[in-house]
């Protein structure tokens, strides 16, 4: 499997919507059946047993040569924002077939999973990572009451799409797993402002996400004076602007207000509720902590003087996570051996890797993004890049099965 397959095989899967003209392929949508056959297929062409686990991942496995079996994992997402381009988390899924496929049907010592988690965006339910958490065995019970805006639980979901929530521990990884490894691309511009092909992640950002709902009055727009209205919205937007100067006054911080919700939502009514989400992000926790509990004073202050009450719901608190340090080592072996210069850098944005990490040492290569574009329908990728990514990649595999013991 070359370069260039790699990639008409996402820019194919990337038709796999939900949307006619745009990429949009959340947790479980009837699409997702398509990429599953498509990718299952590519997988037993490549000598994998192929399963769909509990919780919708898409799971390959390319036996071992010997009797004791240990498993090398690569793996990323097969889900995506909404209006997405064609590579953000299905690449890494693609390009984990693509070294599997070099090898020609020739064993390791270890045996080869190549995983598609489910969800990892976020989108449908509000909280992102429903694959890997569940891989990671730390998918909880309150997850899967989780609603989306329809009134469909996540259990509702894995349900629909023909999956049994009574197997969801069989979607636990066991304790052979020797490594992790995820190829995505940067979705920053660091590497390509730097004129590299690849990089090699040293550790993940932590990052919180949360609701704050404003709630004041909704009433008549044209009858009710501006002194005596408790409109949601102005506060909202008062609290948006203090957070953005947040996130300007911390060195390395990230603070983004995504969305809106407006109710009742009419041109001629004041807002009477207004819920708008917020997305921190910091390599240190603490500095992390520190302004989200700023946001929320903010928010209660505006609050207060607005005659409005604020209600705060923490949707992920997730932690920084380094990568692993022997495995960083291999990789950056690994691109040596290949010709790359070897950079190292920390990723602004959550992957599947910080939440395997918990269960199995993890690592992360990033591919250059041209013009560090991403979460946009003009994203995309160079062929030399994917290129140098499976050659890495393999090599990768390479080191770690000789190292097995």
């Known amino acids: 499997m070359t370069a260039a397959e790699v990639i008409a095989c996402c820019r194919r899967l990337a038709q796999c919507s939900e949307e006619i003209g745009a990429t949009t392929r959340t947790f479980l949508c009837e699409p997702m059946r398509d990429v599953h056959a498509a990718l299952g297929e590519a997988m037993r062409r490549a000598g994998m047993t192929v399963r769909v686990d509990a919780a919708g991942n ?38 984990g077939i693509a070294v599997v496929s070099r090898l020609g049907g020739r064993r390791l010592p270890v045996a080869v999973e190549v995983l598609g988690f489910s969800e990892e965006e976020g989108v449908r339910f509000g909280v992102p990572f ?66 590299l092909p690849l990089g090699i992640v040293d550790a993940i950002v932590g990052q919180s996400r949360l609701a704050v709902t404003f709630t004041g009055a909704a009433n008549h727009a044209g009858t009710t004076p501006m002194d005596q209205r408790r409109d949601a919205l102005t506060g909202a937007a008062e609290w948006i602007g203090r957070v953005e100067r947040v996130g300007q006054e911390v ?86 051996e290949m010709g790359y210069p070897v950079y190292g850098l920390s990723s602004g944005a959550g992957h599947d890797a910080m939440i395997m990490a918990e269960r199995v040492p993890a690592s992360m290569l990033f591919i250059r993004t041209p013009g560090g574009l991403s979460h946009h329908r003009g994203e995309t990728v160079r062929e030399h890049d994917v290129d140098a990514a499976l050659r890495v990649g393999s090599a990768f595999l390479q080191r770690i099965a000789l190292a097995t013991p």
């Open 130 to 195: 429903i694959g890997s958490r569940a891989v990671a065995g730390t998918l909880d019970p309150v997850l899967l009451e989780r609603t989306d805006p329809y009134g469909a639980r996540v259990r509702d979901a894995i349900t629909s799409y023909g999956l049994d929530t009574n197997k969801l521990h069989d979607a636990v990884l066991g304790d052979d797993a020797l490594a992790y490894l995820e190829m995505h691309i940067e979705q920053g511009p660091v590497l390509d402002r730097l004129n």
């Open 251 to 336: 060195a390395g911080l990230v603070a983004t207000v995504g969305t809106l919700n407006v109710d009742p939502g009419a041109a001629n009514v004041i807002p009477g509720a207004c819920t708008a989400t917020l997305d921190i992000r910091h390599v240190d926790d603490r500095v992390r902590n520190s302004a989200v509990t700023t946001c929320i004073d903010a928010a209660r202050q505006i609050g207060a003087v607005r005659r409005l009450d604020v209600e705060v719901d923490v949707r992920l608190e997730q932690p920084a996570v380094p990568m692993d340090p022997e495995l960083r080592t291999h990789l950056a072996a690994a691109v040596a």
């Open 58 to 95: 898409l799971r390959g496995v390319y036996p071992a040569a010997g009797e004791t079996v240990r498993r090398v994992l690569i793996g990323s997402h097969l889900d995506t924002v909404r209006h997405a381009g064609a590579f953000d988390g299905v690449l890494g899924v693609v390009l």
